[in-house]
């Protein structure tokens, strides 16, 4: 992909590299594994950071990957990098927000931190909304325009 960023780049994009599991790539990848764990696999990742951050990425996603190998990267790299289950060394974190909100309770991977269990509020508001709109109090004349 370091091709396609550097064309990207050149035009005036910016980029932001995604290393580790990407999510459109899970069922090449095995499912929903941390990538990097031995060491060829680690240096891969690496080199494949040093690429795209020589394209001109302006940052890199680090997603499953483990911590060591992303403290590597973070360290061997001059621009950020952003981890999503890749530890405590990378320059940013990032949840994605319905996880984090415990919207979906079933998904609950080791490296998500719940900061809410909001789940139960949100079927909740639906059903008070589905059952307002049956029984038409929903929108009234308060939320109506003339």
């Known amino acids: ?17 995604h290393l580790g599991l990407t999510p459109q790539s899970v069922n ?11 060491e060829k696999a680690a240096d891969r990742l690496l080199a494949d950071a040093r690429a795209l951050e020589t394209a001109g ?28 289950g ?14 984090m909100l415990g919207l979906n309770e079933q998904f609950a991977p080791k490296f998500l931190k719940h900061y809410a269990k909001l789940g139960d509020s949100v079927r909740s508001a639906v059903r008070s909304f589905a059952a307002d709109v049956r029984e038409g109090s929903y929108p009234g004349k308060e939320h109506s325009f003339e």
């Open 1 to 17: 992909m370091a091709e396609t960023v550097g064309a990207l780049v050149e035009r005036g994009i910016p980029v932001v590299g």
């Open 28 to 38: 090449a990848l095995g499912g929903y594994r941390v990538q990097g764990r031995e």
């Open 57 to 84: 990425a302006c940052a890199i996603v680090l997603e499953l990957v483990p911590a060591g190998v992303a403290g590597r990267i973070s360290k061997t790299l001059a621009i950020p990098t952003i981890g999503i």
């Open 86 to 99: 890749a530890g405590p060394q990378c320059d940013g974190q990032v949840l994605v927000l319905h996880d």
